[in-house]
């Protein structure tokens, strides 16, 4: 389907530019969400007669994104979730919930705003996009940890699922010396020199 683009669309295009994409993209999001028109010839023509208001308003709103970016960029939040040792969340972390983290940071973003190809799973640094509008987007940066200690380490760049996994192979490898005999044991030799003294001696 050919389609006017209202705004500009990633990978797509910007305002005016016709396009075409596939019918299911265009019915079930472009066109409902007022950011195109079905390119045809009435609606060419009162594209083209609205054109100077549609690019004003979005200069408008660009704007008003760009000075509205400054609260959000770089901002960095904290969410606290239950994990399995190998760092996997019990649950995920939605849009939702990075929404409210930001809201509790004084950063407004909407859910629509969050670009999340997937919830978040597991624990670790994971940096998001915020489209605040078609032509301006930021980065945030999520914290997820089991515990407010674990997530001030991360935020300090180590990373937690890596110390502990070094650590758990130092625990298992502690006990085992590689200079010993295979089957020996340092009693072994210890209790053998005597016995042999005591034979001499009868």
Do not use: C
Not at 185 to 200: C, N
Request: charged letters at 30%.
């Amino acid at each position: 389907m050919e389609v006017i683009l209202l705004e500009r669309v990633e990978k797509l295009g910007g305002i005016g530019d016709v396009v075409t994409v596939k019918n299911g993209f265009a019915r079930n999001y472009l066109l409902p969400r007022k950011k195109a028109l079905r390119a045809n010839e009435a609606n060419r023509k009162v594209f083209e007669a609205n054109r100077a208001r549609i690019e004003s308003e979005n200069a408008e709103l660009r704007s008003a994104a760009e000075a509205s970016s400054k609260g959000v960029d770089g901002k960095t939040v904290q969410l606290i979730r239950q994990a399995s040792n190998t760092g996997q969340l019990y649950g995920s972390v939605s849009a939702r919930d990075i929404v409210d983290a930001l809201d509790a940071e004084g950063a407004k973003v909407t859910k629509s705003q969050v670009v999340l190809d997937r919830p978040i799973k597991s624990i670790g640094m994971h940096e998001i996009r915020i489209a605040l509008h078609p032509e301006v987007a930021v980065t945030v940066k999520v914290n997820v940890a089991r515990s407010p200690e674990e997530a001030d380490l991360q935020a300090q760049g180590i990373d937690v699922m890596a110390q502990m996994f070094e650590r758990d192979n130092a625990g298992f490898t502690e006990d085992y010396d590689p200079n010993a005999e295979p089957g020996a044991t340092a009693t072994t030799g210890d209790e053998a020199a005597p016995a042999e003294g005591d034979t001499a001696e009868a």
